[in-house]
């Protein structure tokens, strides 16, 4: 579904991803493992067609990235992509139905039928009785879940999860990832997730470490 070939990218003189060799089936769970500076983020928002690969190719869906236009990208961004980020990064003038809803607002939905899937989602993150508050009305571990109800709800076939849970406590943390990934597999959705945890990252079907730039496949079990 999506892969990556010799990808490197580039900042000035910085080359912080080297090489990067990676592909990733439907409803696989990739996890990337390495210290701060690594490049693990840069990697992400390559495959996430945020920014261009310096060399090297990156394919959705068989289509190299590099062919796709603005506006096709930006449309491919909001449609067939989700993101949770390290803060979760809800917009705090929005209730959490209405931000959980805003995949499906920008992708055109109606306001009644898309507060109805959101609201369902964030049932089933055991939310509900959340839906009419704001996020500074909510604690960290609740912002974190709507954070993954939002990046989930408009059933995106590649979730992009940078330290997703890099706020929270540790129990918080590994609750959060597993309504995550018990999610995103119930849709087949493929999880691209960068994680410090280890007990995180072995949950995931296939694990990476990231050591200055360059991406190497980890043995699983170990
Ligand atoms: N916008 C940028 N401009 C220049 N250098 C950057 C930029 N973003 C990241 N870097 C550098 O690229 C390298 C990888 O960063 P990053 O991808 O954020 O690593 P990680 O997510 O693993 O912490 C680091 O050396 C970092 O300083
Ligand atoms: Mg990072």
């Not at 939310?127 to 909510?138: E, N």
């Given at each position: 579904m999506l892969s990556a070939e010799a990808v490197d990218l580039a900042y000035g003189s910085t080359?912080?991803?080297?090489?990067a060799q990676l592909s990733v089936r439907c409803g696989e769970v990739v996890a990337i493992s390495g210290q701060s500076g690594s490049g693990k983020s840069s990697l992400l928002y390559c495959l996430a067609g945020v920014m261009p690969a310096s060399r090297g190719i990156i394919r959705f869906e068989g289509r190299p990235?590099?062919?796709?236009?603005d506006e096709e990208l930006s449309a491919l961004r909001r449609d067939r992509f989700g993101f949770v980020f390290q803060y979760g990064?809800?917009?705090?003038?929005?209730t959490i139905e209405e931000n959980t809803a805003l995949p499906l607002r920008l992708a055109g939905q109606r306001k009644r039928e898309a507060h109805a899937v959101a609201g369902e989602v964030l049932g089933r993150l055991g939310?509900?009785?959340?839906?009419?508050?704001?996020?500074?009305?909510?604690s960290g571990g609740q912002s974190q879940r709507v954070a993954v109800a939002r990046a989930l709800v408009h059933r995106p076939a590649v979730v992009f999860a940078d330290e997703?849970?890099?706020?929270?406590?540790s129990a918080n943390a590994t609750a959060v990832l597993e309504e995550f990934l018990a999610l995103a597999r119930s849709q087949g959705t493929a999880v691209v997730l960068v994680t410090h945890d280890p007990a995180v990252a072995d949950r995931a079907d296939s694990r990476y470490t990231m050591t200055d730039g360059t991406l190497t496949a980890a043995q699983v079990g170990v």
């Open positions: 080359l912080a991803v080297r090489g990235l590099g062919g796709f236009g990064e809800l917009l705090p003038e929005l939310l509900g009785d959340l839906r009419q508050r704001r996020p500074s009305q909510v997703p849970t890099g706020s929270l406590d």
